[in-house]
Each structure stands twice: as structure tokens, then as C-alpha cells.
């Protein structure tokens, strides 16, 4: 209980952590359903501007998500283009795990980054 007043979480969320860094190595992302990707898209290489392609979202963060859409580097949908309304926080939106459909609007080959959109 000290512990967890000192760090400032509830007691639950304390166990939770302790508990699961009881188990390292466990990567929940595993566990969630994966897309069928499009077999002719392998590497970023193959992404062309304007190709719609269903990823999973592997991740939610503060200004968007990363998707899985096959390519082995997770792309970024940035909250301004996650829906045609003002989002606050991408999580109203998406969740770990969701599988979506994304538009690829950018590929930057040299950093290895590529931008998404939901706005289809």
C-alpha cells in the first residue's frame, strides 16, 4: 500500500505490474488476431501511395496508433487523420488490437517511416 501511494497508482495497478514482471518475455501483441495481408505487399518497398491495405493497431499513443499492415516496420496514423472529426485521444477511435483499413499517404524509404490514414 506504501508503495503504491508513493508512486502515485492504486494498489490493483501496482499488483498488475508486479505480476507481470513476474513473467518477462510475454509479449501480449502476440496473442491478438492477425490480418490477412496482401501477398504482394511484403516490404516497404512494395507500398505505393493510395494503397488501402488492413493492418492491426499495435499501438496507441498520445498524437496516433501504429499499425501492423505486414511490412515488418509498423506504420503511423497520426490523430489528424484517424477521422473526419476532431479526436482528443486516439484511444476514442482505436484499441489495441483492432483490426483496420488504412490508405498509405507516405513512404519514406530512407528513415524507414510510413505514414497512414483511416480517412478512406
Known sequence: KEIAEQIGVGEPTLEDI????????RDPRDEMPKPIFKSDVLNIEDLREGMVLKGTVRNVVD??????????RDGLVHVSEMADRYIKNPMEV????DIVS????EVDMQRG????????
Open 18 to 25: 508486479l505480476n507481470d514482471l513476474e513473467k518477462p518475455g
Open 63 to 72: 498524437f496516433g496508433a501504429f499499425v501492423d499492415i505486414g511490412v515488418k
Open 94 to 97: 482505436v484499441a489495441v488490437g
Open 102 to 105: 488504412v490508405k498509405v499517404i
Open 113 to 120: 517511416r510510413v505514414k497512414l490514414s483511416m480517412k478512406i
